[in-house]
């Protein structure tokens, strides 16, 4: 009987595999969307491994995140299918091993040791949570599991206002086991999704954490960029550039515009200045770029080609291809 349920599960995931829309970088396919939550997959050229990346943002500090993603026995309240979580090795406040179990429906309980690696890039506002599969904590095998020995991944945030962060989760991994992957990753390809929808509600309720985070490293860098214009300049410019084609145009645009970068610099970095000042820029970059005039002039007071741009920029990652040049010219063609 369970064998049975499970063949039909995979096939229903089959059916919505086959349903998603193709996007040419990279070879992602977007599976879902919803909730703010995109969420890709691709197969792993050579193998029979599939990859996964999820996106969003979250209404918070990057490093009251951080803190959240430090915080090991909690991870079973935002983590999918995750039963339980602890702590085997510790070298520094970012650079630790783990070890998980992992309880999802259909399919036999799995365990994994993994190594958790931070890195935060404050001259470029991100941070990189790389995460991997490690044998340098020996955890003996219970005959009850599946023990996942290959996986690797990363969390990454990116700063797109003092109380607004990108997050990305990109995974990739063997689910091991007795059954076929088709029928494994039709349970686990949701991981991601179900994942970063979780950590938004935890985040939410982010009092505790961001009371860890006052005082720590990661406030006192961020902070410091946040009202450095200079700073806010290269981490504003670079957002921007990385979703319009001509970068040169752009790049004209943000060097014209001191009084926005002032703005957000006496702002502190406040998300609603970094988005009126956005949305001025990429008005300019409309006007500038569409030799049509009259059309320009036009799409400039359309609030939905805006807040799909606001849009694009808060969501915008590896897996995507589509540009501000992409989404302009659905509107005038």
Not at 50 to 61: L, P
Request: aromatic fraction near 8%; charge should be positive; include cysteine.
């Amino acid at each position: 009987m369970k064998k049975n349920i499970i063949t039909v599960i995979a096939l229903l995931f089959c059916g919505l595999l086959l349903a998603g829309n193709v996007n040419a970088a990279g070879g992602w396919t977007k599976i879902k969307e919803s909730s703010g939550i995109k969420l890709y997959e691709r197969s792993v050229p050579g193998t029979d491994l599939m990859e996964y990346i999820a996106v969003t943002t979250i209404d918070a500090k990057m490093e009251v995140i951080g803190e959240v993603l430090r915080d090991i026995p909690q991870y079973p309240k935002w983590v999918a299918d995750c039963a339980s979580t602890r702590l085997e090795k510790k070298y520094d406040r970012n650079t630790f091993v783990l070890y998980l179990i992992l309880d999802p429906p259909f399919i036999e309980k799995r365990d994994i040791i993994l190594k958790d690696e931070a890195v935060y890039d404050y001259d470029n506002g991100n941070a990189k949570i790389n995460f991997f599969s490690t044998d340098e904590v020996k955890i003996p095998i219970d005959k009850n599991r599946t023990r996942v020995t290959v996986m690797n991944g990363l969390f990454q945030m990116e700063y797109l206002g003092r109380s607004k962060t990108k997050f990305i989760y990109k995974l990739k991994t063997d689910p091991a086991g007795n059954i076929p992957k088709k029928v494994a990753y039709a349970v686990m390809k949701n991981y991601p999704y179900n994942t970063l929808k979780k950590l938004k509600e935890f985040v939410k309720d982010s009092k505790k954490y961001s009371d860890i985070a006052k005082g720590t490293e990661e406030e006192t860098q961020i902070n410091a960029r946040s009202v450095n214009e200079a700073s806010v300049k290269k981490i504003f410019g670079d957002t921007l550039m990385r979703v319009v084609k001509d970068k040169a145009t752009m790049a004209a645009i943000i060097a014209a515009d001191s009084e926005g970068i002032k703005n957000i610099a006496a702002s502190g970095g406040a998300y609603t200045t970094v988005e009126k000042t956005a949305t001025d820029a990429f008005l300019k970059y409309i006007d500038k770029t569409l030799a049509d005039k009259k059309i320009a002039e036009s799409l400039k007071n359309n609030k939905k080609l805006v807040a799909e741009i606001t849009e694009l920029v808060q969501t915008d990652s590896e897996a995507n291809d589509e540009t501000v040049d992409s989404i302009v010219a659905r509107y005038y063609r």
